[in-house]
Structures are given as C-alpha cells and as structure tokens.
C-alpha cells in the first residue's frame, strides 16, 4: 500500500488542522492505522492508531482530548483531527499501516505541522 498525507501547515497556538492520509489499493480496510511525528532533534513518536473497522482508536497522552484520528474506508483515507494545537506539536507528521505484523511498515512521505506561539 502506498501513503500519501497531506493538510499541515503554520497555524497559531490553540487553532486546529485536519491530517489526511490517502492509500492506495484495494485492501485498505484490512490494514491498522497510525500517525506518526517527528519534531528536529527529536526521536519519532507515536501519536495515535485505528483499528482496521474504526472501533477503536489509542492516542499518545499529551494529545489525548485534542487529537482524534478517524478513517474512512470506502475512500481510502485516514484523518488526524487536531484541535488546540500547541507549539511542542510541532513536527513532521507521519502516516503508516500494518498488516499483520507488529511494527508500521507502510509509511507516508511527512507533512510539516507549524504551531506558532
């Protein structure tokens, strides 16, 4: 499966931007979800992950109430909500999905989330 995301941008603190992640293929919903960022200097991180149906979804705690991440599967797509963004969320963000296996091994090609103060 190949990830396409899109929708970052420079926004100011406490304002919000939707996350877009577009898949190719035909297998889409048997795939589990997540977000990944990346801010310089630092390690990526897990942000959050859907399951293949949508039921159930895990998020990183400082985003936890902020963030929301969502699917759909008829067009192939997975969002990232994020509301009442902060400066230390800013970073490359990340798209990726795993069959089977325990570790993400589809990725996305990053798009930069800018929150200014």
């Known amino acids: 499966v190949q990830l396409q995301a899109s929708g970052g941008g420079l926004v100011q603190a406490g304002g919000s931007l939707r996350l877009s992640c577009a898949a190719s293929?035909?297998?889409?919903?048997?795939?589990?979800l997540g977000w990944f960022r990346q801010a310089p200097g630092k390690e990526r991180e897990f942000v959050g992950a859907i399951s293949r149906g949508g039921s159930t979804t895990y998020y990183l705690d400082s985003v936890k109430g902020r963030f929301t991440i969502s699917r759909d599967n008829a067009k192939n797509t997975v969002y990232l909500q994020m509301n009442s963004l902060k400066p230390e969320d800013t970073a490359v963000y990340y798209c990726?999905?795993?069959?089977?296996?325990?570790?993400?091994?589809?990725w996305g090609q990053g798009t930069q989330v800018t929150v200014s103060s």
């Open positions: 990726a999905a795993k069959f089977t296996s325990s570790e993400y091994t589809y």
């Open positions: 293929g035909r297998t889409f919903s048997l795939y589990n």
